[in-house]
């Protein structure tokens, strides 16, 4: 299988078809897997919050909040597991898909809120270093890293699979890098009492989790306004609808994501009347050409005889050299 159609399959396991209610084996056991993941998690979350704030480990409790990022990806990839696969119904006609971008949006929103809090914290200890228990500190991030190549283990298959997954494990191996860090400055002190480290260490850990929180703010951002899928190109979208035979013009494009996974599209036709005579033909190859190319797997096409119907559309919407103009709109010659 090639990496692209490896990508297409991930993207149609994510939305499944209308009506569909059973699980592919391989996330049946995905979703025990990440029960696991989660309970360790956040079992690590608890551990380093407690151990920080006893030890007096800044750089303990900034790793902590690392790993509460990853608990909150992890249960987001197991609640997208149960969720996604539910039919849509008439209130949800999307289905629930659209719930990952909200939670991602507040998940990101909140930890740069915590980021700058731990960043003014780790100033203050820079301006007044406070003694640090390293000893402690050592134990409880070694366990942590422990807990985290754990996890990594348990998940590292289904990255194969899973698009999400693998968003959540690169969360886990942050925190490992975290963990890493944590040991490192543990051990600095240990044998220099140089305890500035801590508070070096947690500014390195905290500008890590501000990077990855603008990158999940932003992202979700983008898809809640409806802005075009990472790594589609409209105007190459355009030009392929525009190579289907009998295809004269494309008008009224949007291609927007549900979710992370699910793309959609819908567009104007504007179709030769030879086009028009077999129209359930031309709309296969579409659909057929948008699946295989670009992995949409969900368009609303509108085949047309006479191009653009409504003046709105007409004068708002961008149409490429070569194709309508407002001038040739039929509205504005009423």
């Known amino acids: 299988m090639t990496p692209k159609e490896e990508g297409r399959n991930k993207i149609e396991a994510t939305c499944p078809a209308k009506g569909?209610?059973?699980?592919?084996?391989?996330?049946?056991?995905?979703?025990?897997?990440?029960?696991?993941?989660?309970?360790?998690?956040?079992?690590?979350?608890?551990?380093?919050?407690?151990?920080?704030?006893?030890?007096?480990?800044?750089?303990?409790?900034?790793?902590?909040?690392?790993?509460?990022?990853?608990?909150?990806?992890?249960?987001?990839?197991?609640?997208?597991?149960?969720?996604?696969?539910r039919p849509p119904s008439d209130r949800h006609t999307f289905g629930l898909h659209r719930l990952e971008i909200f939670a991602a949006a507040f998940n990101g929103g909140s930890l740069l809120v915590i980021s700058a809090m731990?960043?003014?914290?780790?100033?203050?200890?820079?301006?007044?270093?406070?003694?640090?228990?390293?000893?402690?500190?050592l134990v409880?991030?070694?366990?942590?890293?422990?807990?985290?190549?754990?996890?990594?283990?348990?998940?590292?298959?289904?990255?194969?699979?899973?698009?999400?997954?693998?968003?959540?494990?690169?969360?886990?191996?942050?925190?490992?890098?975290?963990s890493v860090g944590v040991l490192v400055a543990g051990a600095i002190m240990a044998v220099t009492g140089w305890f500035w480290v801590d508070p070096a260490i947690s500014l390195a850990i905290t500008v890590a989790i501000a990077y990855q929180a603008g990158r999940v703010a932003w992202e979700a951002a983008h898809i809640l306004m409806e802005g075009a899928p990472k790594g589609i190109d409209t105007p190459s979208v355009r030009d392929a609808l525009l190579s289907l035979p009998h295809v004269r013009q494309v008008h009224d494009l949007h291609i927007w994501s549900l979710c992370s996974q699910c793309r959609y599209l819908s567009a104007h036709l504007v179709v030769s009347e030879e086009g028009l005579r077999d129209p359930t033909t031309l709309l296969q190859r579409a659909q057929i050409l948008l699946r295989q190319r670009f992995a949409i797997h969900h368009a609303t096409l509108q085949l047309e005889a006479n191009g653009c119907a409504d003046h709105y559309l007409c004068a708002n919407h961008h149409h490429p050299e070569g194709q309508m103009t407002n001038d040739q709109c039929p509205m504005n010659d009423q």
């Not at 056991?29 to 380093?48: D, N, S």
């Not at 731990?118 to 500190?137: D, H, N, S, T, Y």
């Open 20 to 85: 569909e209610r059973t699980l592919p084996e391989h996330e049946q056991g995905l979703r025990g897997r990440l029960g696991w993941a989660v309970a360790i998690t956040v079992a690590i979350f608890l551990a380093e919050l407690i151990g920080g704030w006893w030890t007096g480990s800044l750089a303990l409790l900034s790793d902590a909040f690392h790993v509460a990022t990853d608990a909150f990806s992890l249960a987001l990839t197991l609640l997208a597991v149960y969720l996604s696969h």
């Open 140 to 178: 409880i991030a070694a366990i942590g890293l422990l807990a985290n190549l754990i996890v990594l283990a348990l998940l590292h298959r289904d990255t194969h699979h899973s698009l999400n997954v693998r968003s959540a494990v690169l969360h886990i191996v942050g925190d490992a890098a975290s």
């Open 118 to 137: 731990l960043l003014w914290e780790a100033i203050e200890r820079f301006l007044k270093p406070v003694p640090v228990k390293a000893g402690e500190m």
